[in-house]
T-cell receptor
Framework: DQQVKQNSPSLSVQEGRISILNCDYT??????FLWYKKYPAEGPTFLIS?????DKNEDGRFTVFLNKSAKHLSLHIVPSQPGDSAVYFC????????????FGQGTTLQVKP | DSGVTQTPKHLITATGQRVTLRCSPR?????VYWYQQSLDQGLQFLIQ???????AKGNILERFSAQQFPDLHSELNLSSLELGDSALYFC??????????????FGSGTRLTVV
């Protein structure tokens, strides 16, 4: 049962354009959502997060949008840079007094110069 | 360097064998999480320890076990290995380890290959 889904395995965009990565979830108990970025041969690194009480969180070039009614979140990167090329994972946390995160399968972003 | 140390970085072993993966959390972090990433899969949560005690369990096979020691380092033991156990195993740590503590720090992983 995949509770967090990233339906696009890959995405290719031109440098300077917007990258939009999507994520859907099924568990209504999730109350916190995060995006991680992973380069080859490294562990994932935290990028940005959003609480379920908000619908938008912005940090520099990165913005995460949350649509609770649709159980959908997206990560916008504007403008995209070649250094953004990586695998992006969305993750969700439930109100269960643990810190465990449920991850999606990841989307590989390629930003072309 | 994220501050989370995983050893070894690579491990090649035969089916039926047993291996131990080690994780040293970031200084000050009490909670350790283990995740498995198989080919084309997301990170699958295996198990969480907080200050030496098991706190949450995911889809961890009975052949796998883990523990967290008094110095807070953790070990993941994989036994009776099968070809399908070949994967990247990540350890992550966080300060508190409850639902109010988000954004782990991951190690760089151990790549296990079972032949």
């Amino acid at each position: 049962d995949q509770q967090v889904k990233q339906n696009s395995p890959s995405l290719s965009v031109q440098e300077g354009r917007i990258s939009i990565l999507n994520c859907d979830y099924t568990n209504s108990m999730f109350d916190y959502f995060l995006w991680y970025k992973k380069y080859p041969a490294e562990g994932p690194t935290f990028l940005i997060s959003i609480s379920s009480i908000k619908d938008k969180n912005e940090d520099g070039r990165f913005t995460v949008f949350l649509n609770k009614s649709a159980k959908h979140l997206s990560l916008h990167i504007v403008p995209s840079q070649p250094g953004d090329s990586a695998v992006y994972f969305c993750a969700a946390s439930a109100r269960d007094n643990t810190g465990k995160l449920i991850f999606g399968q990841g989307t590989t972003l390629q930003v072309k110069p | 360097d994220s501050g989370v140390t995983q050893t070894p970085k690579h491990l090649i072993t035969a089916t039926g064998q047993r291996v131990t993966l080690r994780c040293s959390p970031r200084s000050g972090d009490l909670s350790v999480y283990w995740y498995q990433q198989s080919l084309d899969q997301g990170l699958q949560f295996l198990i969480q320890y907080y200050n030496g005690e098991e706190r949450a369990k995911g889809n961890i096979l009975e052949r796998f076990s883990a523990q967290q020691f008094p110095d807070l380092h953790s070990e993941l033991n994989l036994s009776s290995l099968e070809l399908g156990d070949s994967a990247l195993y990540f350890c992550a740590s966080s300060v508190v380890g409850t639902g109010n503590d988000y954004g782990y720090t991951f190690g760089s992983g151990t790549r296990l290959t079972v032949v």
